[in-house]
């Protein structure tokens, strides 16, 4: 089955810096690349997502770039801010398309 | 348009019990994903149902079972309770089965004592 691995799995960033978060697959057959963002107390909810046909997606200050070759991908922040604070999971499909399997988690602190 | 909703959000059982717990996905998903979430192990796949059917199964023992009902809601058990089995319990629900965008309940906190 997919194998996906997260790192750092703690990252201390000041404000207004930029923070990366880097993940990677085993099953070259992954075309679907997720990041959920999980605040203290509450659910995780989907940020950005990225498929394989596309080596960078952007949202505002959110960015997703992905290798297929080197079977990475990457969450970059820009510009951090204090609500950015929170646990981020990378997830990708397993070689059937039939499941996430996710990363363990990175806690992301954006110190004003 | 109402999200996932999971029932009861808190509960504590002792070693040996078993426990339901219930997940009514967004009108129109038919798909519902469970995941366990622990502080050292992640998001952990339980499983999925689609259609009342068991799609995916992750790596967990028999003791963890589930269930969907023709409205989509489902139910996970878990019998013979360990103090292991305590635990974050998040259902997930999208339009249809496997790897799509997923929406998450707020959780069923489980104590095992």
Redo the contacts between chains.
């Keep these: 089955g997919e194998n996906v691995e997260q790192h750092p799995s703690t990252l201390s960033v000041q404000e207004g810096d930029s923070a990366v978060i880097k993940c990677t697959y085993s099953d070259s057959a992954s075309n679907?690349f997720?990041w959920?963002k999980q605040e203290l107390g509450?659910?995780?909810?989907?940020i950005i997502?990225i498929r394989s046909n596309v080596g960078e997606k952007k949202d505002q200050r959110i960015a997703v770039t992905l290798n297929k070759t080197a079977k990475h991908f990457s969450l970059h922040i820009t510009e951090t801010q204090p609500e950015d604070s929170a646990v981020y999971?990378c997830a990708a499909?397993?070689n059937a398309?039939?499941?996430?399997?996710?990363?363990?988690?990175t806690r992301l602190m954006v110190k004003p | 348009k109402a999200g996932v909703t999971q029932t009861p959000r808190y509960l504590i059982k002792t070693r040996g019990q078993q426990v339901t717990l219930s997940c009514s996905p967004i009108s129109g998903h038919r798909s519902v994903?469970w995941?366990q979430q622990t502080p050292g192990?992640?998001?952990?796949?339980l499983f999925?149902y689609f259609s009342e059917t068991q799609?995916?199964k992750?790596n967990f023992p028999g003791r963890f079972s589930g269930r969907q009902f023709s409205n989509s809601r489902s139910e996970m058990n878990v019998s013979t309770l360990e103090l292991g089995d305590s635990a974050l319990y998040?259902c997930a629900s999208s339009l249809v089965?496997?790897?799509?965008?997923?929406?998450?309940?707020?959780?069923s906190r489980l104590t095992v004592l």
């Design positions: 679907y997720p959920y509450k659910r995780p909810q989907l997502d999971f499909e397993d398309g039939n499941m996430l399997t996710f990363g363990g988690g | 994903s995941y192990q992640g998001l952990q796949f999925e799609r995916n992750g998040l089965s496997g790897a799509n965008v997923l929406t998450f309940g707020a959780g």
